[in-house]
């Protein structure tokens, strides 16, 4: 199983013409937000799969196409935030946006509203576990976890509540954007416990075994 997630900034390498021949032998696209409704909606169709997305928080609805065609969700896409769903045989759950740094701005919260967000997945996870013999196995976020890959400035920080969601449901890997990294040094990948928590900005190809 190949993964194609992006999140953050448009690549051109991906928004061309040969990205269906260069990624032929991905299976599932995930979107983690800040990221045209068009440009996830090109690489559904130029690579023929599936896409799951959570929004960031720079996210707006509607949007427009070139031609003004409006779009208030990406064609052929499915926005998971608060939900779980299976996507390609594996069990994926959701939760978009940053925390809250401006009052009544949409796709923000307080840690407290997204640890209401992670609550509402909770009957969903533990039927998953009495089912099939586990919660989930990808959790995709726009933001990180916080202590893990976040900022210090309120925008960039991570939410205490995923951090604690992957501690105690322990999926096998967390996808996030959100934190731009321009700088070899800086960590993209950390092992926390269980769980593989993987900045994809701008974009990373995984190989789920």
């Not at 599932?28 to 997305?53: E, K, N, Q, T, W």
């Amino acid at each position: 199983m190949r993964i194609l997630a992006v999140s953050d900034r448009i690549v051109k390498t991906l928004y061309s013409s040969n990205v269906g021949e260069r990624y032929s032998d991905i299976n599932l696209l995930i979107g983690c937000g800040d990221l045209p409704f068009y440009y996830l909606d090109f690489l559904v169709s130029a690579l023929d799969r599936p896409l799951v997305y959570v929004r960031g928080n720079h996210d707006i609805s509607p949007q427009y196409t070139a031609n003004g065609r409006v779009l208030h969700d990406v064609p052929g896409g499915l926005d998971i935030h608060g939900r779980v769903v299976w996507a390609k045989g594996l069990i994926v759950a959701g939760l978009e946006g940053s925390m809250r740094y401006r009052p009544n701005a949409p796709y923000m919260y307080t840690d407290r509203e997204m640890s209401w967000n992670v609550y509402r997945l909770i009957p969903q996870l533990i039927w998953n576990v009495a089912r099939h013999g586990r919660y989930l196995d990808i959790l995709v976020t726009h933001s990180p976890p916080y202590g893990i890959h976040d900022g210090r400035d309120l925008a960039h920080k991570g939410f205490r509540a995923l951090r604690s969601f992957i501690q105690r449901f322990r999926p096998r890997y967390m996808l996030h954007g959100h934190v731009h990294v321009y700088r070899q040094d800086v960590p993209r990948i950390t092992q926390f416990g269980d769980t593989t928590v993987i900045n994809v900005y701008p974009y990373q190809v995984i190989e789920y075994k």
